[in-house]
């Protein structure tokens, strides 16, 4: 690359930069490496990003998940060349499946070096393949001056589309020659001047679909309304007034952030199912918003009424193949209209009001056996969570996928404002749990994460970002040596030790050396008030926490469980 040539890229990718800028987008994860050095010098000069500086590109792309989760903007990823890249892969997979806006930008070599033995070289063209919204091959700067507007349109398609719904994360690779070093123009003139401007297409429903909706829905006096997970703060007035137009109970999935704000809003239905579901009505339809609930037992019992689904993310997220309608829309306009339209509707007197005393004989069952409890039960610390992290004023709550989303959904009844929940429920898996909780800490300033053990170990070196960035977390580990939800599952039928081996997985960890490691504020906790104690201690220290929680062992987890459920 030439001395003039250079300046043709720092150009190309000051004008890519700017553009970026104005479309919105304030946050950047740049993980280092050498083919990237333009790249990572041309968002190094801009002075309104905020810049993270990550070595471990897996953690690194869960971070930038977390910090887009939070903030609901998309945030930049930048990588190298080679694998560096292609370990970005489950955090694009889990962006792509939970609508999180992410811009990937790695780098590549040029097109004479690909598939020629260079090193660091693989093929990056649609490497996400169909789990990115939109790729883009970067041209290469060879001075031509339309590729300076080329960049900035690019970088405005970019965030439009990785924001517009449903989100999801969007790809750009860009090839450089050596020198790496690009030389830089002063800033832009003229910075209004956009060559594009892309509007992004807002949702609005139909309102003669509506009205057909609401002809079918007149025909079900019996239904449920069901808030999964997802942000369900700005339709919940929507959602009571429909509850009562209808005479229908609302069931609200704990990550829909809903739950306990209302004494109209249930939140019991998993204990309910799970004690006694053959012997309960089933709903005629079911008014679903969000994402499927974390509750398979609530999911089965619905499973063969009648849906209405309500979608503001413009997705299909229908798994179990019921007969269902989808209603594409903002929901609180959506629900608005519906309750518009049912004005002259006349519910049910008994059906709402028969779910009512089951969740409130579901929650004096509960509370009973909970207060009989003398060992590191697991469902304790859900019960109790809400009164637990009161000191923290509202708190932001990351759950880790397996059991602790599980347990939350079933044990913690009535979080209310005090508590807000995030979990990475796309692709469900516990990979990347910490370096994401640690993202949204980036953003809402403090955050707990309650993980299990097996997903702390998978990604420990997510815990780099909080010591290196001074971030608030307190992090609880749950401790039942090995993969705790297995002991749930039909495989627990095995002879044992083909269980344990392939399944169970026992660790024999403990991580008070990695709480040392990342100089962490570290406490063990064995029993119950070892358990309440640590908690209101660590909750008023700043900067990174580590509680590691030694639990009941796996078989007499599933016992306590049964115990818990059973009717």
Known sequence: ?????????????????????????????ICPGSRSTPLAMALHRAPELQRCILMDERSAAFFALGQAKASGRPVLLVSTSGTAAANFMPAVVEAYWSHVPLIVL???????????????????????????????????????????????????????????????PVHLNFPFREPLLAEFPGPSADRSAVPARIVPAAACPSPGAIRDIVRRLKDFPQGFIVAGPGQMATVQPALLALSDRLGWPVWADPLSNIRGTDSAILGTHDLILRAHAEALPQPQAVIRLGAPPTSKALNQFIQHSRAFIIDGEGSYREPDLQPAEMIYGQPDL???????????????????????????????????RIETLQESVEPYLYYHLAE???PLGPA??????????????????????????????????????VSTALGVAAVKEQVVLITGDLAFYHDMNGLFAAKKYGL????????NDGGGIFSFLPQNRLDSAQFEDLFGTPHGLTFEHAAAMYHAEYRLARSLPDLEEAISELARIP?????????????????????????
């Open 543 to 567: 900067g990174l926490r580590i509680l590691e929680w030694h639990t009941l062992t796996r078989p007499r987890n599933v016992s306590e469980h049964t115990r818990l459920w059973g009717d």
């Open 334 to 368: 959506v629900v608005g209209q519906i309750v518009q339209e049912l004005s002259d509707s006349a519910p049910d007197p008994i059906w709402r009001s028969f779910w009512q005393r089951q969740d409130q004989a579901a929650r004096d069952r509960l509370r009973d």
């Open 106 to 168: 790695t780098a590549d070599r040029p097109p004479e070096l690909r598939d020629s033995g260079a090193p660091q070289t693989i093929d990056q063209v649609r490497l996400y393949g169909t789990h990115v919204k939109w790729f883009q091959d970067m041209p290469l700067a060879d001075g031509a001056e339309i590729l300076d507007t080329f960049a900035a349109i690019t970088a405005e398609r970019a965030a439009v589309t990785a924001s517009q719904d449903p989100a999801g």
């Open 396 to 433: 932001d709550v990351f759950v880790s996928n397996s059991m602790p989303v599980r347990d939350l959904d079933t044990f913690t009844l009535d979080p209310g404002q005090a508590l807000r929940f995030w979990a990475n429920r796309g692709a469900n898996g516990i990979d990347g749990i």
């Open 388 to 390: 637990w992290l009161k």
């Open 1 to 29: 690359m030439t001395q003039e040539s250079q300046k043709f890229v720092g150009r190309y990718l000051s004008r890519f930069v700017e553009s970026l800028q104005r479309s919105g987008v304030t946050r950047a994860v």
């Open 472 to 479: 608030n977390a307190l992090i609880v580990v749950i401790n």
